[in-house]
């Protein structure tokens, strides 16, 4: 049997915002990181736009300046989102979020993805303690009672192992190894597909964010600096297959069409980019000396914007509740700190997680009924004052419960 000394603290498996915010967290509290990623360093390094805008939250926001994230994002990349509506089909009676009498100017923040992804890596690379395998792929782990052994590959070693007291799985809602560790999961495929792109228009936003729910299409309209847009349709298979190989004016004309020249006229200034809808919240989120974070344990719906959100959320609990473990005397990745971090996360993330996919199937539903039952339920949201104070107050609350960089542990950490 391995000894505790001769094992790594922690491997984190994924590259991706989600494991390297993990990666951050866990060396800001004492502790060896090594991070594996099958991408070519190149990749990582410098990211490609890939369609997506991502909602931060004020807590998100806290967060990333925590960990040294957000002062390396561009600022003039940073778009306010002042006001969000959601609306159904035509009618004029929008449910609406904003701040006012909250003392912020904003509910929250836009920041594209692969920015985000830049930085967060940008940031791990000036880590001392954080060791970055690129091409490096995890074939294997395997969990045993005071250990996990990660068996991986690269253009170095065909074969090789570490082994480690914390496993922080990261690589994805259609996690493989998330399956291999027969860690079930709930799936739920709206069978329809989301298209991102960015546009110009000469129509201000005025910096307002709309979700909707039109028959046949649902709409989302992301307000970006420069007077552009960040276009979110979402279509079956086949309707998304002829809207994507239009030609750039003909796109054009047909999205304005959609949303009903509400932006006047619009030009596409990006690539267009095609996600298929699905959703994912893993049955666990830990086993034995093993921790499952971002899209791996829970893979949102993009209606409420929170997958990166709950991504941040669930990193900040795993590294706190380390953390209390180290003070406590345990080792990193005892059972008692994973079974905490798990019930902390799943209190936190399922309430939403499933009002998400239950108004994500209502309002995407074309039955008889559903239509005037969606408009009464805005209506009854919009007067419910005490609801939609509650929703924005979690949004810009800014509490954090990160532990601070290289918190105080026992000497031998």
Known sequence: MLKIKDLMDVVVIGGGPSGLSAALSLEGIGLKVT??????????????????????THHSVS?????????????????????????????????????????????????????????????????????????????????FVDYARVEYSNVEQKHAIFSTKLAVVSDGRFSKI???????????????????????????HHEVALQWFDKGQTVALLPLNNNVTSVVLSLPSDEMNRVIALEPEQFNQEI?????????????????????????????????????????????????????????IAQEILASEVLAGLKRGEEVGDSKQLRRFEKRLRIKTMPLFTLTNMIATLYTREEKGL??????????????????????????DKTITLPSPKSILPKRF
Not at 40 to 47: A, H, I, M, T, W
Not at 182 to 189: E, P, Q, T
Not at 371 to 384: E, I, S, T
Request: proline share 5%; aromatic share 8%.
């Open 35 to 56: 991070v594996i990623d099958p991408e070519p360093l190149d990749v990582l390094r410098k990211p490609s736009f890939d369609g997506r805008e991502i909602a931060i």
């Open 63 to 143: 967060l990333m300046k925590s960990m040294g994230i957000w002062d390396r994002i561009p600022q003039e990349e940073i778009s306010l989102l002042r006001e969000a509506r959601v609306e159904n089909g035509e009618e004029n009676n929008p449910l609406i979020f904003d701040t006012q009498g909250k003392g912020e100017e904003a509910l929250g923040y836009l920041v594209p993805n692969y920015l985000i992804r830049k930085a967060t890596f940008e940031e791990v690379q000036s880590r001392d303690n954080i060791t970055v395998l690129s091409q490096t792929t995890c074939e294997k782990l395997n969990c």
């Open 178 to 204: 998330r399956n291999s560790l027969k860690i079930g999961y709930m799936l739920h495929d709206f069978h329809r597909y989301m298209m991102v792109c960015r546009m110009k228009h000469n129509v201000p």
């Open 256 to 312: 304005m069409k959609r949303i009903q020249s509400r932006l006047g006229k619009m030009e596409l200034v990006s690539t267009r980019h095609v996600y298929p809808l699905k959703t994912v919240f893993a049955n666990r989120f830990e086993t034995r000396h093993v921790a499952l974070v971002g899209d791996t344990a829970i893979g949102m719906h993009p209606i409420t914007a929170h997958g990166y959100n709950f991504a941040l």
């Open 371 to 396: 239509w005037k039952l969606r408009q009464l339920g805005l209506k009854a949201a919009n007067l419910f004052k005490p609801v939609k104070d509650k929703v924005v107050d979690t949004l810009i």
